[in-house]
Structures are given as C-alpha cells and as structure tokens.
C-alpha cells in the first residue's frame, strides 16, 4: 500500500476538524516548518487550531519527539556533577533563575539552563540578563561543555543553540505574536523539547498558577504539570513540579535590568521575601533530583558562595557583574488616588503595565528596553494614603508613560479604609511527580 501524501492544508484541516494527527503528519509538519517549507501562515493556523481543539497524549508525545529530533541532543562527556534544571512556565516579575541557577551550582550541581525571551505579558530571563554590560545569549556548545566541566562556574545560562530543538525556537516566537501562546500541548512540548533536548538528567518545573499565568487555573495548570512530568519520565529525565501562585508579582520589580538589581540583591542576602521563598523551595527540589539533598541552600545563599557563583557565570558569558546597570531615561510615579487598603495588584496587568513601557516586545523580533519597567512600592494588604506614590514606572520613552500609567492604574484594587484585602494563598500550592500530587 502507498502512503497518502501529506501536505500542510490537509494536516491544518484534520486538526480543525477534531481529529487525530498521525505519528507521521506530526513529523513531516515539524521538520517542514524547520526547513521552511511549510509557511509561517500554515504553522500559525495548526497552532490556533490545536489551540481550540487540543492534542492527545501520543499526539503530544510525538510532537515533543518531533521538536527533539528537528536538531541535536547534547551530552556532556567528562562531567561528574549531576546535572539538573528548573524551568518556569512563566511569571511576572520572576527573577528566580538569575538567583538559582548560581544557588544550585555553588551546591555541588551542574545547570544547563537554557532559558528564553519574553512571551506574552511575562518577561524573559534572555531578555533580563541581556541588561548586563557584555553579556550574551548565545553561546556555543563546545563554550557550555567548558562552562558546565569549569567547577568555578558549573553552570550556564543562556539561548538554546541553533542545532537544539530549532523547531522550538521558531514556533516560540510564532506563538508570541499569534494568540496561541496559552495551549497545554504546544507549552508542554515547547518546554520538554528543549528540556530533553539540553541534556539534563534531572528536572524542576515551576508551574505558575494565578492571574498572571499563561494558564490562570489551577486545574489546568495540574494539567500541564502533568503532562510535562509524563513527557519528562518518557524521555528518561527524573522530573517534578512546583505549582506556585503568580496572582500578583514576584518580588517588587518587573523589568530586565530592575528585575537583575533585585536577583542580585537576592543573592547578597537581601531582596523580597517572597523570592527568597520561591528561590530556595526550588532549590530543595533540585537538590533533590540530582542526589544532592545533604545540602542546605540556606547556608549557601548566606555565606556569599551563591553570589560568587553568579559573578563566575556572568563572566564566563562576557558579562560584566560590576558594570552598572542601565537606567531609563523618564520615570514617573503612579499616585494612590484616595485614602484605603490596596486590596489587590493584578499580575498580568502589571506585566502589561511593564511591556507598555518598553519591557516587553508586541510582535515578534521587536527590541526591548534594558530599564523600563515597574517598582511596587506597596503589597497588597497594606494601608495607603492620598497621594503616596504606589510604584514608579521606568521608560526610555516619554510616550510610553501615558499607557503604561493607565494600565497599571487598572492593576490596583483600593479599598476603603479598614477594608480587608483578599487573603493571599500559599505561594507555594502543591508538589507534582510521578507518584501524584503532594502538599
């Protein structure tokens, strides 16, 4: 029997249309859109398509396969330390992997991190360390074998290689500019496909449940946690999964280089609480996976050899750990309009707020703003008067203030005096793993 020709429009309607992709649609779709035979266009109508109408399990399954085999795998020959990553499925104002991924390291673990660019109303960590005077994404592998095998630095941050799951990296930016950026199938494969493809032995999935997360709900945030869990034990790399709640930002910046300040102030043993708790509950469980659990974070993050850490793996990506930081050119305050308790301060919307400013990017390949961005100055909870400055707003250009003030305008709840804010959840929610959920 012949097979039956495949073409895009065919594999576009099947999926409109409810039905199931074959093992052999998925493959021949993914490696023509890499090579580009198949057009942006008809990639963004099977995106929305799988959007609205999802994937099944073996759908998924194969293509993260797919994404996999579009490039190379990378191995590290020579390396003792157990190998082990975290990847966030996207916040705002999460700085976490500028402090953990030295954290981990300086504990005896080697971080193959390879991390992205802003998506959506969330901020990339690319995009954040880019800030740093000299610092680059894009390094080699023969430059992150050197890095991760060094044990001053054991660790690297950075773009995932052209020859690492190139599939990945087009569809990434594809999704950015579409709409069709909140699919459980397409965040689980575009996650796992680098994840498997980088390496790594162990994995920690930091899945963001709230108003400022791809997916706000919790159900299907499980959803995703257990999805990608699957596709972790199928490819052979141990993998776990915090849920933690993004209802409103982490930490107080959000922005690349104000987001860098408050990490760095992290790992000097300062910095908001709430990023120290996310920081080190991650890093128990990545200590964990890679077998290195008889470690405390704590006492590293204390003792200063977290903060070492990061001048060490700044500098082996050229950057510069004691350049200064870029600062905005216009800044302006955002005013309590009336005597209260501000009751709540909406994540996406403070991202958006941030992005309106120059932090993030509206279409694909569009630069972003090293300095702009925002700075709370209140949490929710806490009582505010007349007048008293709620944040700053950072921007390059003065024109951007106007949209970026009204939008976080729109992110603040005030209520009156005495007026109970909404009690806050653990930021912490559950565990996932193989095994099932765990509190």
């Known amino acids: 029997m012949v097979d039956a020709v495949i073409d895009a429009i065919a594999v576009i309607t099947t999926k409109r249309d409810g039905g199931t992709l074959s093992d052999r649609q998925i493959d021949w779709m993914v490696d023509g859109f890499t ?3 198949v057009s942006d266009e008809q990639m963004s109508a099977l995106a929305m398509a799988i959007l609205l109408r999802g994937m099944g399990a073996g759908e998924i ?13 990378a191995s590290y020959p020579g390396l003792t330390r157990p190998t082990v990553d975290k990847h966030s499925t996207g916040g705002v104002g999460d700085k976490i992997t500028l402090v953990l991924t030295p954290l981990v390291a ?15 109303h969330t901020g990339g960590t690319l995009d954040k360390l880019e800030a740093i005077p000299g610092w680059r994404a894009d390094l080699t592998g023969n430059r992150i074998r050197e890095n ?11 773009a995932a290689g052209a020859d690492l799951a190139p599939a990945d990296r087009k569809l990434y930016a594809l999704r950015d500019v579409t709409g069709t950026v909140e699919s459980i199938p397409m965040i689980a494969a575009s996650i796992m496909s680098k994840k498997i493809a980088e390496g790594t032995a162990a994995l920690v999935l930091d899945v963001k449940v709230g108003s400022g ?11 995703l946690a ?17 849920l933690t709640d993004m209802d409103q930002p982490l930490g107080r910046a959000v922005g690349n280089a104000l987001e860098v300040a408050e990490a760095v102030e992290v790992l000097a043993g300062g910095g908001p609480t709430d990023v120290v708790e996310l920081t080190l509950a991650l890093a128990d469980e990545m200590l964990l996976a890679a077998g290195l659990d008889h470690v405390d974070p704590r006492d590293v993050l204390r003792d200063g050899r977290a903060m070492d850490r990061w001048r060490a793996v700044i500098a082996s990506a050229d950057g510069d750990p004691d350049a200064p930081l870029p600062t905005a050119r216009h800044t302006e305050e955002v005013l309590a309009p009336e005597d209260g308790v501000l009751t709540a301060l909406d994540a996406k919307l403070v991202g958006l707020a941030a992005g309106r400013l120059g932090a993030g990017r509206a279409a694909q390949g569009d630069p972003v703003s090293a300095g702009a961005g925002v700075v709370c100055h209140i949490a929710p909870g806490a009582a505010v008067r007349r007048g008293q400055p709620v944040a700053t707003l950072y921007a390059d250009d003065a024109d951007r203030l106007p949209a970026g003030r009204v939008t ?4 603040m709840r005030i209520g009156p005096p005495g007026h109970a804010a909404r009690v806050a959840g653990p930021l912490i929610i559950e565990r996932m793993a193989a095994d099932g959920p765990s509190a």
């Open 35 to 37: 090579r580009g035979t």
């Open 61 to 73: 399954a194969a293509w993260t396969e797919a994404m996999v085999h579009s490039g190379r795998r």
């Open 106 to 120: 300086a504990c005896g673990a080697a971080v193959p991190q390879l991390s992205g660019r802003g998506l959506g």
């Open 148 to 158: 991760l095998l060094d044990p001053r630095v054991s660790a690297v941050i950075c």
């Open 213 to 223: 997360a791809f997916l706000p709900g919790l159900d299907s945030a499980r959803e």
């Open 226 to 242: 257990a999805t990608m869990i699957d596709l972790g034990r199928a490819a052979g790399v141990r993998t776990s999964a915090l």
């Open 408 to 411: 976080f305008a729109e992110a």
